[in-house]
């Protein structure tokens, strides 16, 4: 510690002289304990903002000497200071839709405080609304009793109003009016359904929703609707579209969300789901200068929306036959062919501002290598036409000097993308960041050596914490303790950052992705990483901003406190590098300041 400051001291020395005539700065902080984070990981007294940059960074009495009549002042009592936390991989987007109805689950330990927060926020509810928990907890983080919830407690908390509390992308807890409306009976019966079966949308979205319900041995509906992605999908063309304010009003209380857990920017990589509607509310708040949280994106290829699964889902009530023919002729995911035109249409590309920017396309590139931790994609699954057309598509990309952002997996997917990035590179130099393969939990030593050669860097999330152990090791197998690889990521000297996956595939905490990346606990409390694989604190906080900057192209303006960077920081409530370990997950934040601007601040209770 004493080191770090002694190299703070030195290098505030060094960016201010007695012969430097600088003006009054608009505000001073001092008597903290500022974690700057640039590259000698100093630690100084405080600094100065003018605008929405920091200015000046150094002592007290530096500072202090510089405030004229017109300067703010401002007394950090000694609190620590960090730069504004980057997430390298979340859904914001989408995730805002629905925000000001949805109740968030993130990092709570306990099944009887979850189900308070469900009866705290159904009381909120307007008359239309449903009890929505849109994803980003699961049942097993829960450390005294990794249970869902029972359709006898959602009715009693919802009434007559639909719940649907989606796991994940796993699976979904619902109420009696939530079956009602999907013609699902609360006791089996022969009756025929409204609804039937069809083996072409089947293979698309999975059975119908009233085939997934789980029941008892009486045939007595529970209230788990089991069917991972596609039921998540059916599901999502049935909850209440939102008028424009209303959305909007989501999105600005989704940042505000953001802003109380520190972070200041979000890498969103579209996905699934990410209607047009979300996209304009953020593009409005952009536009009228109320977007509070960074908002880099990247462009998709193809998307799949809820007016999509709407039109598909129509086809059920066609003969099998008819409706397969149908799918054939507006689909072929082995194709590229309609993506290489998407790239004709594509936003601009990185010429946007600060606060919101197009970066690249992705992340999902390419259908039947979209991979998951148990998916079917096998070496010999793997034809030479996808191939052929993954070449095509990359080189079109490449070509346009377009940037990716590549959802990878497992190591045989990794390998695949390399083998077509390797053959490429020689008529299309990449430049560093160029592309980008984010989650890679099956990275390897080798395949971060080729990846390194090539400028891919890397993104990787905290998604295993909110999981138990023996869940996580069923889905990653053997090597479960050494996955995702930190240690050796960090080690390989690769571009890489942390992120989490949310806002539906997993939570949003950046104090519980420190943790799991120090620690290596889950939720519950479970290890789910091993010692070898951890991270120092400094190396975890540089992950979660210095490193992520340089994945948003903006390493020269974002991630550190540091005269001419843009001044986003967070006051603590603790010492991050010195608080027992288990305290890091329940570190709160004092203060958000983006651009110069205090974004939240907590009120005293």
């Known amino acids: 510690m004493l080191i770090r400051s002694l190299i703070g001291l030195a290098t505030a020395l060094l960016t201010y002289s007695p012969t430097t005539t600088l003006?009054?700065?608009?505000?001073?902080?001092?008597?903290?304990?500022?974690?700057?984070?640039?590259?000698?990981?100093?630690?100084?007294?405080?600094?100065?903002?003018?605008?929405?940059?920091?200015?000046?960074?150094?002592?007290?009495?530096?500072?202090?000497?510089?405030?004229?009549?017109?300067?703010?002042?401002?007394?950090?009592?000694?609190?620590?200071?960090?730069?504004?936390?980057?997430?390298?991989?979340?859904?914001?987007?989408?995730?805002s839709y629905h925000w000001s109805s949805a109740v968030r689950l993130d990092g709570i330990s306990f099944r009887t405080e979850a189900l308070q927060r469900l009866q705290e926020h159904a009381k909120q509810l307007k008359k239309d609304e449903w009890l929505l928990v849109l994803g980003g907890w699961n049942q097993e983080q829960f450390a005294d009793d990794p249970r869902g919830f029972t359709r006898q407690e959602l009715?009693?908390?919802?009434?007559?109003?639909p719940a649907f509390i989606q796991a994940q992308y796993s699976h979904a807890f619902v109420n009696s009016a939530f079956l009602k409306l999907i013609d699902a009976p609360i006791q089996?019966?022969?009756?025929?359904?409204?609804?039937?079966?069809?083996?072409?949308?089947?293979?698309?979205?999975?059975?119908?929703?009233?085939?997934?319900?789980?029941?008892?041995?009486?045939?007595?509906a529970t209230s788990r609707l089991n069917g991972g992605m596609g039921m998540v999908l059916q599901a999502s063309t049935l909850m209440p579209a939102l008028a424009k304010e209303k959305a909007l009003e989501s999105a600005r209380s989704a940042q505000q969300f953001y802003n109380a857990l520190g972070i200041t920017s979000v890498y969103d990589p579209a996905g699934a789901l990410a209607s047009k509607d979300a996209y304009e509310a953020i593009e409005y708040l952009h536009q009228s200068n109320e977007l509070s949280l960074r908002v880099f994106r990247t462009a998709s290829l193809s998307s799949i929306n809820t007016a999509m699964i709407n039109r598909a889902l129509q086809l059920r009530m066609l003969p099998d036959w008819l409706s397969n023919f149908v799918l054939g002729l507006i689909r072929d995911v082995d194709s590229t062919a309609d993506s290489i035109k998407a790239l004709n249409n594509l936003p601009d590309m990185n010429t946007g501002d600060n606060f919101y920017d197009h970066l690249a396309i992705g992340e999902l590139l390419y259908v039947p290598m979209h991979d998951t931790l148990d998916s079917e994609i096998t070496k010999e699954s793997i034809t030479d036409y996808q191939r052929t057309e993954v070449m095509k598509l990359l080189s079109s990309m490449l070509d346009k000097g377009l940037s990716a952002q590549i959802h990878v997996v497992n190591a045989l997917t990794i390998d695949f993308y390399l083998d077509i990035?390797?053959?490429?590179?020689?008529?299309?130099?990449?430049?560093?960041?160029?592309?980008?393969?984010?989650?890679?939990?099956?990275?390897?030593?080798?395949?971060?050596?080729?990846?390194?050669?090539?400028?891919?860097?890397?993104?990787?999330?905290?998604?295993?914490?909110?999981?138990?152990?023996?869940?996580?090791?069923?889905?990653?197998?053997?090597?479960?303790?050494?996955?995702?690889?930190?240690?050796?990521?960090?080690?390989?000297?690769?571009?890489?950052?942390?992120?989490?996956?949310?806002?539906?595939?997993?939570?949003?905490?950046?104090?519980?992705?420190?943790?799991?990346?120090?620690?290596?606990?889950?939720?519950?409390?479970?290890?789910?990483?091993?010692?070898?694989?951890?991270?120092?604190?400094?190396?975890?906080?540089i992950a979660h901003t210095r490193s992520n900057a340089a994945l948003l192209n903006r390493s020269d303006i974002l991630g550190q406190i540091r005269p001419g960077y843009l001044a986003d920081f967070v006051v603590l409530g603790a010492d991050y590098l010195s608080v027992e370990l288990e305290q890091i997950p329940t570190i709160e934040v004092q203060q958000t300041v983006v651009s110069g601007k205090t974004v939240y601040l907590k009120q005293d209770k």
């Open 23 to 95: 003006a009054a700065p608009d505000k001073v902080y001092f008597n903290g304990n500022v974690i700057t984070v640039d590259e000698q990981f100093s630690i100084v007294d405080g600094f100065a903002t003018e605008g929405d940059k920091f200015s000046v960074v150094g002592s007290s009495d530096l500072l202090l000497a510089l405030a004229d009549k017109d300067t703010e002042i401002i007394d950090l009592q000694g609190r620590t200071v960090i730069p504004g936390l980057i997430d390298n991989h979340n859904h914001y987007i989408r995730g």
């Open 155 to 161: 009715d009693q908390i919802t009434g007559n109003r």
């Open 188 to 220: 089996a019966s022969s009756k025929k359904s409204k609804i039937t079966a069809n083996s072409a949308i089947d293979k698309l979205f999975g059975p119908p929703l009233n085939t997934l319900v789980e029941r008892d041995q009486q045939g007595i």
């Open 421 to 541: 990035i390797e053959e490429l590179s020689s008529n299309f130099p990449l430049q560093a960041n160029q592309i980008t393969f984010t989650h890679a939990e099956g990275i390897t030593d080798a395949l971060l050596k080729r990846s390194k050669q090539l400028g891919i860097s890397v993104q990787v999330r905290s998604m295993p914490i909110i999981r138990s152990a023996k869940a996580v090791e069923e889905s990653y197998g053997a090597d479960v303790l050494s996955m995702p690889p930190l240690r050796m990521i960090q080690e390989s000297g690769i571009t890489w950052g942390l992120g989490t996956d949310g806002t539906k595939a997993s939570q949003i905490e950046p104090m519980r992705t420190l943790y799991w990346a120090t620690r290596g606990r889950a939720i519950n409390g479970e290890q789910i990483l091993e010692e070898a694989q951890l991270l120092s604190r400094e190396e975890a906080l």
